[in-house]
């Protein structure tokens, strides 16, 4: 109630600390997925990395994992989908992923991929409410699946079903309001114009961002940097969201102020509002 208290798992964080949480029938499949391994400082040591000249990118990736909390105090925003494409492999969209995974729970475990069907899909990003959902490899979905998937995220809830032998509307639980972060071997852009001369309403949809790799590291130096990951993880969100809701009235004053800026500053329209809001939310 009030925003005076953030879910993550079995876990109820709130201005004064954490307690557990009974996870309902809905949440109980994923808790594990939100478990914490490890330190926050050995996590931070990872996300350190991209803390550099020249990978201001990355950051702002990484900080669309802490950006979905924030999408409900963003004006009539719904979230947004930010996608990381690049032709070639090995630049680090999956490891961004996990990385992103990581601030809430477990790096891998967390992460959807393409051969999940698009109802898990819904599903999962249903349970997750305000936690940012990953995709990992949608370059070989079809066009029209991911112009669905365009349409379907920015609804923010699930499709409404009626019961079973009955002319009655099930009770829809499945909603959402939240970033989503994708990757893929070329901009989405180019894959709704394969079947739509003019993909209007999906393009204000999404943000493609040409991803790469903003170092030099050998896949040995690489490995050193990010193999903490595997066993150190779930601790930054919790910290993070309790710092939110102790600051919640100054950060939706912030989140304003910074959003007219960019609106301002871009020429952003109400056909880019969600443009607008996937891009100030990772900023504040």
Request: net charge neutral; with cysteine.
């Amino acid at each position: 109630d009030n925003y005076s208290s953030f879910i993550v798992g079995d876990r109820q964080i709130s201005a004064t600390g954490i307690k557990y949480s009974p996870p309902s029938s809905v949440t109980l499949g994923l808790v594990n997925f939100f478990r914490q391994a490890g330190t926050l400082e050995a996590w931070r040591g990872v996300a350190s990395f991209y803390n550099r000249p020249g990978m201001e990118l990355h950051m702002f990736a990484m900080f669309t994992g802490f950006s979905s909390p924030l999408v409900p105090f963003c004006g009539e925003n719904r979230g947004g989908i930010l996608n990381l494409y690049s032709d070639e492999s090995g630049t680090g969209k999956t490891t961004m992923l996990k990385v992103i995974n990581s601030i809430f729970g477990h790096p891998e475990d967390l992460m959807l991929i393409k051969s999940d069907t698009m109802n898990s899909r819904i599903s999962r990003i249903g349970a997750m409410q305000n936690i940012t959902p990953t995709i990992d490899e949608i370059t070989n979905e079809p066009p029209e699946v991911t112009s669905d998937f365009l349409y379907d995220f920015l609804q923010a809830r699930g499709k409404n079903r009626l019961k079973h032998s009955h002319n009655i509307e099930r009770i829809n639980t499945t909603t959402w309001k939240s970033n989503c972060v994708v990757t893929a071997n070329a901009p989405l852009e180019d894959k709704l114009y394969i079947n739509k001369r003019s993909p209007d309403g999906e393009l204000a949809r999404f943000l493609d961002i040409e991803y790469h790799p903003g170092n030099t590291l050998s896949k040995t130096e690489s490995d050193a940097v990010f193999n903490p990951l595997k066993t150190n993880y779930g601790w930054a969100g919790d910290v993070y969201m309790q710092y939110v809701i102790q600051n919640l009235p100054e950060i939706i004053k912030l989140l304003d102020k910074m959003q007219q800026s960019i609106d301002k500053a871009a020429g952003l329209t109400q056909r880019e509002r969600h443009w607008s809001g996937l891009t100030v939310t990772p900023l504040v």
